[in-house]
């Protein structure tokens, strides 16, 4: 059989599968959406948002891309976000790096990706800005562990320097803004930051409401 053609049968089990537990699962969900969580993580095909959480169709309202990036010119994040925060209201934004991801162990590298390598190039700026920290670690991996958590840090940053969060803070009092790593080898997630709305934004990057 097709690998592909898997997909679609077990698609087939599933909705079995739900309707046999709840026979108006479909028609509830169709109705409408009131997710609590964005949710921005890596695009890594080990790491699914669902699955590792827990969570239900209607619970996460996902963006994933390469390295789990808050890029400030990149309008499908900001889509995004501006439709998670303005219009479905959620409470909390995640943004979840891992451990062993693929898109930090290339910008600590020199190797060439073609235009990977300008995607990814904000995260060399976050290494260049802890090279003190990072040279000082003594192998490669750790460096790798190092910077996928200060690469968090860095986009949940970025996500506080958006007149949509700062915005939604002022007039909501939400969302919550977290930073959170997943491990790879123990199935594990771990917080690492907590932003709660009114917490200090650096002058330069605070707007006027
Ligand atoms: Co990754």
Same mark, same amino acid.
């Given at each position: 059989? !097709? ?7 077990? %698609? ?13 699962? /479909?028609?509830?969900?169709? *109705?409408?959406?009131?997710?609590? /969580?964005?949710?921005? =993580? ?9 699955? $590792? ?7 996460? /309202? ?13 309008? %499908? ?19 979840? =790096? ?5 898109? $930090?162990?290339?910008? @600590? ?6 235009? @990977? ?7 060399? #700026?976050?290494?260049?800005? %802890?090279? #003190? ?6 192998? $490669?991996? +750790?460096? +790798?562990? *190092? @910077? ?18 700062? *915005? +939604?803070?002022? !007039? #909501?009092?939400?969302? $919550? ?7 790879? #080898? !123990?199935? @594990? ?8 709305? =009114? ?7 605070? /707007? !006027?409401?």
């Amino acid at each position: 059989m !097709d690998s592909y053609k898997r997909l679609l049968l077990a %698609n087939k089990a599933w909705v079995q599968e739900r309707l046999t537990l709840a026979p108006n699962f /479909f028609e509830e969900l169709a *109705k409408e959406q009131k997710p609590e /969580f964005l949710w921005i =993580g890596c695009s890594d095909s080990r790491v699914p948002a669902e699955e $590792i959480t827990g969570t239900q169709p209607g619970e996460i /309202f996902t963006h994933r891309n390469i390295a789990n990036l808050v890029n400030h010119t990149d309008f %499908n994040l900001l889509s995004v976000l501006s439709f998670a925060v303005e219009y479905l209201k959620v409470k909390h934004v995640i943004v979840c =790096g891992h451990y062993g991801c693929g898109g $930090i162990k290339a910008a @600590l590298s020199s190797h060439r990706y073609g235009v @990977l390598d300008e995607w990814l190039r904000q995260i060399k #700026d976050v290494y260049q800005a %802890n090279s #003190d920290t990072l040279s000082a670690l003594s192998s $490669i991996d +750790a460096q +790798a562990d *190092k @910077l996928v958590e200060m690469n968090v840090l860095q986009q949940v940053k970025n996500l506080l320097k958006t007149n949509i969060i700062q *915005k +939604a803070w002022h !007039d #909501d009092r939400r969302p $919550i803004l977290h930073g959170w790593a997943y491990s790879i #080898d !123990d199935g @594990l997630l771990k917080s690492l930051y907590k932003i709660e709305p =009114g917490a200090p934004i650096d002058e330069i990057y605070r /707007f !006027d409401f």
